[in-house]
């Protein structure tokens, strides 16, 4: 008899354990849909990586800039901010076109210092199974060149020179566009 | 509180099976018995009683064994579920046909005529089936734009297939005469799986739910009716080889 019990409660543990397995959680290190990872460059040393002083960026048609400081409140506008070298700026999962504008110090009062480019990316989509937690992503293929405003509409571009790296962007481990300022 | 209940109807019948288990104890001698053999078929109560309450699932198994030697039974099932799965990103409806074969030895020593069985097996488990993707959602975790991430698709992917192992640990217990009733616990591991192209054989109909890796999980409660076929004489353990057995 104590044989038999032992191999019911084992049974019994067993089945409860599998029973009670939670759902599956889509963990933070999956690669899932990525967002376009750009960098700046020193225009005429294009070996050096230039942090942007007060970074805004922001896509047309948007009220709000993209999120840099996640930790901060809403109302703060330094959460729309950063002066990294390196940016991901997110883009639409369905449509095939986006204009951002990047804004180089956004927080300065003297309008001749604070300067505003935009730029246009065109792509296509792709989507990609992932797992049962994450179910699917989306791919991007840049199918031109980031298209800059004509310096006939605006004459005093900060940006020189937007170099495409990958135009397959997969992974936000690699950067997929340069910025030359 | 699905599995709560699934939990406490467990223990509910192992507790069953363990007083049916228990009267053996009085009755000890070493007579010789004759013991049955035949086929028993029976069914899954758990998934008819799924079909009812659950409307994302329909689902039917049928089992059966006959007994090779005193302990040793040739066992499978055969069924076949449609299931709808709702995942936070993903909605898909399975739906498919399986069959089961293999054995399961019975490790358990019954007293007289007693016939309750607690047994050890394997099964060689194939299924056909078909996988539609109801609608699924983008994993984004960075959203700016004000799009949605949810697409609804009627996506079909046919001609899906898996073949799998399964280890089984059983109870049957004799209810009244010739009824049986019972649960088994399976752990599966599959050896082929035909996966859609840009999707994933989520829930396999017969292997159940499938997780990373090859594993995965089943059970079943069965009740079923023993077929009497003939009668073999069951000679005391020392001599309880094959030349002691005579057909009655």
């Known amino acids: 008899m104590k044989k038999i019990q032992n191999i019911i409660t084992a049974l019994f543990i067993a089945l409860c354990f599998f029973g ?23 225009k005429d040393n294009p070996a ?44 639409k999962i369905t449509g095939g076109t986006v204009e951002y504008t990047l804004t180089q110090n956004s927080t300065n009062a003297n309008p001749a210092i604070r300067n505003a480019d935009k730029i246009t990316f065109n792509y296509t989509t792709k989507e990609i199974y992932v797992s049962r937690a994450c179910g699917y992503k989306t791919n991007f293929t840049l199918t031109d060149s980031p298209l ?6 605006d004459n005093s571009r900060w940006i ?3 170099v495409v790296e990958t135009p397959n962007i997969e992974t936000e481990n690699e950067i997929h566009i340069k910025i030359y300022f | 509180m699905k599995y709560t209940l699934k939990s406490i109807f467990n223990l509910a019948l192992v507790l069953i099976s363990l007083s049916a288990f228990a009267q053996d104890k009085k009755k000890d001698t070493i007579i010789p018995t004759t013991e049955r053999y035949g086929l028993r078929v029976g069914t899954d109560l758990y998934k008819i ?39 936070p990103q993903l909605n898909f409806t399975t739906k498919g046909t399986y069959f089961k074969a293999g054995f399961d030895y019975n490790i358990y020593k ?22 539609e993707l109801n609608s699924y959602s983008i994993y984004n975790p960075h959203p700016y734009f004000d799009e949605s991430d949810v ?4 996506r079909k ?66 009740v079923s009716y023993f077929i009497p076929i003939y009668k073999k004489q069951n000679l005391p353990k020392t001599e309880d080889k094959d030349k002691g057995k005579k057909k009655e």
């Open chain 2, 49 to 87: 009683a799924r079909s009812i309450y659950d409307s994302d699932y329909k689902g039917f198994e049928i089992t059966g064994d006959y007994r090779l030697t005193q302990k040793i039974y040739i066992a499978g099932e055969v069924g076949n579920e449609n299931k709808t799965t709702d995942e």
């Open chain 2, 151 to 154: 697409i609804n698709v009627s």
């Open chain 1, 20 to 42: 009670c397995e939670k759902d599956d959680i889509c963990a933070g290190t999956t690669p899932t849909t990525p967002r376009l990872m750009i960098e700046f460059r020193e």
């Open chain 1, 148 to 153: 800059q405003e004509p310096s006939s509409v």
């Open chain 1, 48 to 91: 050096i990586l230039k942090p942007v002083t007060d970074l805004k960026a922001e896509a047309t048609g948007m009220t709000t800039a993209v999120v840099f400081n996640d930790g901060l409140a809403s109302t703060d506008p330094k959460r729309y901010l950063t002066s990294a070298n390196k940016i991901g700026l997110p883009l």
């Open chain 2, 110 to 131: 019954n007293w007289l005529d007693m016939e309750n069985m607690i047994t050890l097996g394997m099964r060689y488990g194939f299924s056909s089936f078909t996988q």
């Open chain 2, 157 to 222: 992917y046919s001609g899906l297939s898996a073949h799998w192992v399964e280890f089984v640990a059983g109870v049957k217990a004799q209810v009244f005469d010739n009824f049986f009733m019972g649960f088994t616990l399976r752990m599966n591991r599959l050896v082929s799986n035909k996966k859609p192209s840009d999707f994933d054989n989520l829930y396999i109909p017969g292997f159940n739910r499938t997780y990373d890796g090859d594993f995965g999980v089943g059970f079943n409660y069965t």
């Open chain 1, 160 to 162: 020189s020179n937007i």
